[in-house]
């Protein structure tokens, strides 16, 4: 065949795929925009129609690697990416990286995974080195600053008598970009109690209320990207996605009777100490991000954490420390944007 000839039926075949595609921001027919999907902005893949006859989901991996215009189909047990009960079922998982695979997943965050911050923060890296990082009670740090990200920690914590350093745990996050604020926590709680919801979340200063029914979910569509909040449980857990920058799975737990004891906290019997485990992925980072998280993203990364010890320590509270949880100024900070945004 003629190499012209087969190159406009290879360009034809490509058209015809990319046709299918759902891309954010398309026009409904009335001068406004569709609701746009933030998973269709990250990275890694274009969604098409689903499989012909199915519900199940197909994506068409626009990474270079071994996933290359290779086109994924979501499995019969999990076919779509965000399931209507998604609460109740795992969903498509799709990787158009080294694994070039369609899998079933739950959408909660994993304590031992890549990305993750839980416990008495306990961070396991880009790298997948796991570290701990002590701060202070009632302090705040910057775990990602990037040219256009930044996310900051609210530590909460007690100190038992005779004790050097304060046991923390993470209470709120403050994600930053372009010109928002959005601030995931969970609630002052004296008792625990799980058919409550401990889960706050502020966008630009304002209570937003996350629904438990329906969808679930609560969106909003700025001028530069999408923000979607959405249950992964019927209480305490939600995904968050900024569309080109993050999904971050959280959810929201207590310290319970058997850990404060197995751990000599010492909490007090008022105070359920409710607190954030989360689990971080990134889109579009700079090979400059810092952050006590954030900087084991950069290329060449090695970590200085002694192994093989049981608590490997992470220093840089005088370089990752900020004046509040709204703050984005810090000796390592990287993340600027002008006077007049809205903030939380």
């Known amino acids: 065949m003629d190499r012209r000839m087969l190159c406009v039926i290879v360009a034809i075949l490509l058209l015809s795929i990319f046709s299918q595609a759902t891309f954010a921001d398309q026009p409904d027919g009335k001068g406004k925009s569709k ?3 933030a998973v ?7 969604v098409l129609d689903p499989l012909p006859g199915t519900v199940q989901e197909r994506a068409f991996c626009t990474t270079p690697g071994v996933c290359y215009y290779r086109t994924l189909t979501c499995p019969v047990e ?3 990416r965000k399931p209507r009960q998604n609460k109740k079922q795992k969903g498509c998982y799709i990787d158009c990286g080294s694994k070039c695979e369609a899998t079933c997943k739950w959408r909660l965050p994993r304590c031992d995974g890549y990305g993750a911050l839980c416990y008495d923060p306990r961070f396991v890296g880009g790298d997948g080195v796991m570290f701990y990082f002590h701060g202070a009670k009632d302090t705040d740090f910057a775990i990602v600053s990037d040219d256009n990200l930044h996310i900051n920690a609210h530590l909460i914590g007690t100190r038992p008598k005779g004790r050097k350093r304060d046991f923390t745990w993470v209470q709120k996050l403050s994600v930053m970009f372009d010109a928002h604020t959005l ?3 969970a609630k002052e709680v004296s008792h625990w109690d799980e058919k409550v919801d401990a889960l706050t979340v502020q966008w630009n200063s ?7 029914e329906g969808d679930a979910e609560w969106s909003v569509n700025t ?3 999408s923000v979607v909040v959405e249950r992964t449980d019927d209480l305490n857990n939600v995904r968050v996605t ?6 971050l799975d959280v959810k929201v737990v207590p310290i319970g009777e058997k850990e404060n ?3 000599n906290y010492q909490l007090p019997a008022d105070d359920a100490f409710a607190h954030l485990e989360t689990q971080f992925k990134f889109f579009n980072l700079s090979k400059h991000i810092e952050g006590i998280l954030g900087k084991t993203y950069q290329p060449g990364y090695v970590s200085p954490v002694k192994r093989g010890v049981p608590m490997p320590i992470m220093g840089g509270e005088d370089k990752y420390q900020t004046k509040s949880l709204h703050s984005a100024i810090c000796n390592k900070c990287r993340f600027q944007r002008s006077s007049s945004v809205a903030s939380a």
């Open 261 to 263: 004891k197995v751990h």
């Open 206 to 212: 304002e209570t937003v209320d996350v629904p438990t």
């Open 223 to 225: 001028a530069e990207r």
């Open 242 to 247: 900024v569309s080109g920058l993050l999904q």
């Open 40 to 46: 269709t902005q990250d990275p890694g893949y274009v």
């Open 78 to 80: 999990c076919p779509q």
């Open 183 to 185: 601030v995931v926590g």
């Open 35 to 37: 609701q746009v999907d």
